[in-house]
């Protein structure tokens, strides 16, 4: 494992909407000591337009070109054992899933169909509390986009780590999962902080004040973009980038419960 130091770390809240490409924010950490220096925090169509194809693929550019780095994203990069039976692995499972699902209503409904009509969580969502399971209403278009269109293209073309499911490896960048709403019930600040009334705005600030005391250091210019986005997916995309800060401060990057580590090798594992 490379020292802590050398990492440069990518928050990304990820989104599966039709306005993907001003949905998906990243925010980009440099780590300095015992500090997560914020170095950029903008919306994905900064970059890559309004055409959501061409954010897919400014967001797999931007895994592939970023070396030693690990990237946070906040959709499911697996699903429920059960629906997976038929592979051999993860590896297996992610490679016949945009052949097996040819859309997210699709996907939905056939795990629905599987599960008896249940809404089944993965193990680790159950452990951290996540509010949706990786096919609930919410969340399954990202989950289905997420993996359609980051994690099996990087996947097929050998260009990153997904951990825990596969081994790390320093010469590729690292992806892992995170879930924000879980990092901030860890943290005890899981309040809602989402919308354009002044309140909402002022939890946003208690939350970012939060986080600066935890080790975050952000410019003033970054303060006010992150509190000014109304729908919360600037902060959430910090929220992620410490999330992974810390997973990497507490040595738990390539470690999971040793009780657990098949079953998470195969349903994933959100780190917070």
Same mark, same amino acid.
Not at 21 to 29: A, D, H, L, P, V
Not at 106 to 130: C, H
């Given at each position: 494992m490379l020292?802590?130091?050398?990492?440069?770390?990518?928050?990304?809240?990820?989104?599966?909407?039709?306005?993907?490409?001003?949905?998906?924010?990243?925010?980009?950490?440099?780590?300095?000591?015992?500090?997560?220096?914020? !170095?950029?925090?903008?919306?994905?169509?900064?970059? !890559?337009?309004?055409?959501?194809q061409d954010c897919y693929n400014a967001l797999r550019d931007l895994i592939t070109g970023a070396n030693a780095s690990i990237f946070g994203m906040d959709f499911p990069l697996s699903v429920p054992l059960l629906?997976?039976?038929?592979?051999?692995?993860?590896? !297996?499972?992610?490679?016949?899933?945009?052949?097996?699902?040819?859309?997210?209503?699709?996907?939905?409904?056939?795990?629905?169909?599987?599960?008896?009509?249940?809404?089944?969580?993965?193990?680790?969502?159950?452990?951290?509390? !996540?509010?949706?399971?990786?096919?609930?209403?919410?969340?399954?278009?990202?989950?289905?986009y997420g993996i359609c269109n980051v994690i099996h293209p990087l996947l097929n073309l050998n260009e990153a780590r997904f951990l825990p499911m596969q081994k790390a490896d320093v010469r590729f960048p690292w992806v892992i999962e995170i879930c924000p709403a879980c990092t901030l019930k860890k943290e005890k600040m899981y309040h809602s902080y989402k919308g354009k009334s002044v309140d909402k705005a002022g939890r946003r600030s208690q939350i970012l004040d939060r986080l600066i005391n935890m080790g975050l250091n952000v410019e003033p210019d970054y303060e006010s973009r992150i509190i000014d986005n109304t729908p919360g997916d600037a902060l959430d995309s910090v929220i992620a980038s410490m999330s992974v800060f810390y997973t990497l401060k507490r040595k738990k990057i390539t470690q999971c419960d040793r009780s657990d580590c098949d079953i998470y090798r195969t349903e994933g594992y959100i780190f917070s």
């Open positions: 020292e802590d130091s050398r990492y440069v770390i990518y928050g990304i809240d990820f989104s599966g909407s039709q306005h993907t490409c001003s949905k998906i924010w990243i925010t980009k950490g440099i780590i300095n000591g015992p500090y997560l220096e914020l !170095a950029d925090c903008y919306p994905l169509e900064d970059i !890559a337009g309004k055409h959501p629906f997976m039976d038929k592979f051999s692995d993860w590896t !297996a499972f992610i490679k016949q899933f945009p052949e097996r699902y040819s859309t997210p209503e699709n996907f939905r409904k056939s795990f629905y169909s599987l599960s008896g009509g249940k809404e089944l969580k993965r193990i680790t969502e159950s452990k951290v509390k !996540a509010p949706f399971s990786s096919y609930n209403l919410r969340l399954f278009r990202q989950t289905y």
